[in-house]
């Protein structure tokens, strides 16, 4: 069947699609991109919000940094509480001058969205991929339904940016992917409540009840996670015991009583760890949550997607300009480098603060040891900071 035809064809419309539909734009590599679901839907959906500096960095050299620099909120530090204390963790001290932003994954949606099309740019909006085929081949194809129609994409690569339960992983053969995974006893139940932030900074809080995280999405709307069972019924969690909890968890010695708003965005999410090796097969290249999943604690994922999606494009990019096919050939070893980081990082920030019930009393002693160490050691904060505000890029 004929059909469309472009250089990359991009499956998904999160970050990591939209980000690189963009890249490969500023350097004249043309690109259409497929998302299952409507424009308002993926503009909505509520995510994480937390940018490493190079997600700054690379946001603002694409040109698309603007509201996220009037509208952001740039954090140099966080805290971490431990039973009640609270010891200010100064990122930007640490780390020769890096900080992080707190900007909503959405709001980083929409401003893409609106590069891609003031750009001209082309995104499908409900048009879900069915397959990807022939990328073993020259010519690989995308086919999709759209408008009640099944319809082809011919492209150049295909770019799987799909997230987690996409079409474009199970296009690689079982036999030369290789998963690694883990799960956690663990849940968060986040809120979204239209009520003032109790600090200033983010706060990461240990306690013998288990964790909570305090953050936020604008100086009057706080974003307030608590740890419970991945099989809690939101029943169970009327909101006063949201807010019990909370405040249990977050408030200092001094107490740090939380002005009680509006509970919105009730909501539980599961925690997991998930590689897939290698991100590339042929001419079909992974990137983003459709190669890897991080549990949230150490705020990874957006900017997993996003350092992918700069590899990509950067590859894309030699391959066009100079044929040079030796970047592509080198992304799933490049990217899984910061992946396998991201998740070592995530996993540490996940088990040092959260309170498991099968634990032993050795395990509760090392845990407390640890965190204890970070909160004297030099060393070891500067390690926490190195992690949580993102390694440079090498390029
Ligand atoms: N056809 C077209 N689009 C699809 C298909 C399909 N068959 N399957 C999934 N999609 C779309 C989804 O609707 C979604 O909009 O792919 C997009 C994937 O986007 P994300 O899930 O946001 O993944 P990614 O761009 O890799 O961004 C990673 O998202 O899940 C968070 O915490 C994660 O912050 C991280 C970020
Ligand atoms: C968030 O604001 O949603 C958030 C912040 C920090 C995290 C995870 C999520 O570690």
């Known amino acids: 069947m004929p059909g469309m035809r472009t250089q990359v064809g991009i499956v998904g419309a999160g970050p990591a699609g939209l980000l690189l539909s963009h890249l490969l734009a500023l350097n004249g590599i043309a690109s259409v991109v497929l998302e ?3 424009r308002a839907y993926v503009e909505e959906r509520i995510r994480a919000g937390v940018l490493e500096q190079g997600t700054i ?4 050299e694409a040109g698309v940094g603007a509201r996220m620099r009037r509208e952001g909120l740039l954090h140099h530090g966080i805290e971490l509480c431990v039973n009640g204390r609270g010891h200010r963790i100064d990122l930007t001290g640490l780390t020769g001058g890096r900080a992080v932003m707190v900007y909503a994954q959405q709001e980083v949606v929409k401003d893409l969205i609106a590069a891609r099309l003031v750009a001209d740019g082309t995104i499908l909006f409900e048009a879900e991929a069915l397959a990807v085929e022939d990328h073993c ?12 129609q099944e319809q082809t994409l011919n492209c150049d690569f295909v770019a799987g940016c799909d997230g987690t339960h996409g079409v474009a992983r199970s296009a690689i053969p079982p036999d030369a992917l290789t998963v690694f995974e883990r799960s956690y006893p663990y849940a968060w139940l986040g809120i979204l409540s239209p009520s003032p932030p ?11 009840r288990g964790f909570a995280l305090y953050s936020m999405r604008s100086p009057s709307v706080s974003r307030l996670y608590v740890q419970c069972a991945p099989d809690d019924d939101l029943a169970a969690w009327p909101d006063e015991r949201i807010w019990d909890e909370l405040e249990a968890r977050l408030g200092s010695e001094a107490g740090r009583p939380l002005q009680r708003g509006e509970v919105q965005q009730k909501a539980i999410t599961p925690m997991r760890s998930f590689v897939a090796e290698p991100m590339q097969h042929g001419r079909l290249f992974l990137a983003g949550d459709s190669a890897h999943i991080v549990p949230p604690t150490g705020a990874k994922g957006l900017n997993l997607a ?12 030699a391959f066009y300009r100079h044929n040079d096919s030796t970047r592509l050939e080198r992304y799933s070893a490049d990217a899984l480098w910061r992946v396998w980081r991201a998740q070592h990082f995530s996993w540490w920030m996940t088990t040092a603060l959260h309170r498991s019930d099968d634990a032993s009393g050795f395990d509760r002693r090392l845990q407390l040891s640890q ?3 970070i909160i004297r050691s030099s060393a070891a904060v500067t390690s926490l900071a190195e992690n949580y505000t993102g390694l440079p890029f090498a390029d």
């Open 36 to 38: 299952a679901r409507s």
């Open 57 to 60: 960095d690379t946001l603002d």
């Open 137 to 148: 081949a020259d010519r690989p194809r995308i086919r999709y339904r759209h408008a009640g």
């Open 198 to 208: 109790p600090a200033d900074e983010l706060i990461y809080a240990h306690h013998e």
């Open 306 to 317: 996003v350092a992918d999606v700069r590899l990509l494009s950067r590859a894309l990019e």
């Open 371 to 373: 965190l204890d160490y």
